[in-house]
């Protein structure tokens, strides 16, 4: 299958967040930086949001992100303790 069609995986957590299954990491503060890597990282590609109770934050700033570039996205709250799987 074409991976152009398979939606970006972002994990929020306490910390920021982290793209999945890539393992990229952005902090809460380069989220917040004027010129986002995460916007130039998902090249307008659908993005699902993983969200812990303690990424609420870091959810809210990527939402901010996504939107302001026309990236349609979804929502899927996970547990704080889950640890995820992508293959």
Same mark, same amino acid.
């Given at each position: 299958?074409?991976? !152009?069609?398979?939606?970006?995986?972002?994990?929020?957590?306490?910390?920021?967040?982290?793209?999945? *299954?890539?393992?990229?990491?952005?902090? !809460? !503060?380069?989220?917040?930086?004027?010129?986002?890597?995460?916007?130039?990282?998902?090249?307008?590609?659908?993005?699902?949001?993983?969200?812990? *109770?303690?990424?609420?934050?870091?959810?809210?700033?990527?939402?901010?992100?996504?939107?302001?570039?026309?990236?349609?996205?979804?929502?899927?709250?996970?547990?704080? !303790?889950?640890?995820?799987?992508?293959?």
């Amino acid at each position: 299958s074409d991976s !152009a069609e398979k939606p970006q995986w972002i994990e929020c957590a306490k910390d920021g967040v982290v793209l999945q *299954p890539q393992a990229t990491r952005f902090t !809460a !503060a380069e989220l917040r930086a004027g010129n986002s890597p995460l916007a130039a990282a998902l090249n307008a590609k659908g993005a699902v949001l993983l969200v812990r *109770p303690s990424g609420f934050d870091a959810c809210a700033v990527a939402r901010k992100i996504l939107d302001a570039h026309g990236i349609e996205y979804g929502l899927a709250p996970v547990d704080e !303790a889950w640890q995820l799987v992508f293959r």
